[in-house]
């Protein structure tokens, strides 16, 4: 199975430890439609640090969010599905000019000691993106781990599902939120969650790099559960009142967060640093976007914009499906959709040649 290729016919489908997420869309008359969404929530250790414990469970979960879907139940088989970015591995190799290696042996004699798992137990895909004036080749290779693969194809098989494509969330995240006609410049795309923080470097036409960090929404609930002396639950829902506002009793909420907002910030900070050394000859890296379902909390693009001195945006999945300039509304709201942009960017690949449904 490519990790790469394009399927017609298929939903998308983001599997993560805490929920699953699925979306397909249509084709109606030139013109893109979500025909059906979801976000189904499944109980603790059915997956754990991205791996599948309980299939069984996770394939019966699987068709009960396919069935729940809004504004019409999704009923293709054929499924492109997320692989958690912990468990992928993303590089953009270059391969000299004359090799006397084929193209397969040249990959692998490059990648080789940079991606820090067996190769030989790995599904390894490839794609040629550029062909430079001295006979050059950039190519995006993608490793993920055979045994990672195989266990969702096994919960997609049970669900009575036909899996065509795995897609590292970082590809599909990209699909969803850059539009190159509008901007083609390099961006830095910041997917806060629940359980991580996860940064993207992106630069025409793919992503060129991939880390992530624990501080996310869990440690900041759990930051403000020590100040405060109540429970984690307690905790969000206090975050979720105040947003990063130092008004009234709210500047006690943010400085129990300020410690890990900092580590945070000063992270970015660097990888902006690692760019700009990494890629002189390249245009500076023109702005932030922001998604994942922590996006939402208030004041975090403009604290983000103040420290790192960048423009900082909320990500718009909308932006490669609707005409949005001709009135067209979004069937989930604008702040809810951040929770699912990995989705609907697997989605949108599923367009590319056709739907069935």
Sequence with gaps: MSIFSNNLNAFGL??????????????????????????????????????????EELAVFVKKALASAKPSPIKSKFVIYSIPETKGFIRVVKISP?????LESAVFSEIGQSFPISLEESYVDWQVLNENEDGSLEILVAAVPQLVVD???????????????????????????????????????????????????FKSPTVQFTASIPVCGRELNKAIARKFDISEDEAEKLRDQCGLSVKADCEKVYRAMEYNLNEMTGYI????????????????ISKVIICGGESRMAGLSSFLSLKIKKEVEKGNPWINIMSLGDGEVPFISRNDSLIFVTVLGLALRGTEEGLLI
């Design 269 to 284: 900070e660097r990888l902006l640093g690692y760019y700009h050394e990494h890629y002189k000859d390249e245009p500076d």
């Design 151 to 201: 266990s969702y194809s096994e919960v997609l098989n049970m669900a009575g599902l036909k899996p065509v494509a795995a897609e590292i969330e970082s590809i599909a995240i990209s699909r969803s939120l850059v539009n190159e006609k509008i901007s083609q410049k390099p961006t830095l795309i910041i997917d806060l969650g629940k359980d991580r923080t996860g940064f993207i470097i």
């Design 14 to 55: 983001d599997f993560s430890d805490r929920a699953i997420k699925v979306a397909q869309l249509v084709e109606k008359k030139g013109k893109l439609s979500l025909y059906g969404y979801q976000r189904e929530e499944i109980p603790e250790g059915i997956i754990e640090d991205g791996e599948v414990k309980k299939p």
């Design 98 to 102: 004359g090799s006397k290696e084929s």
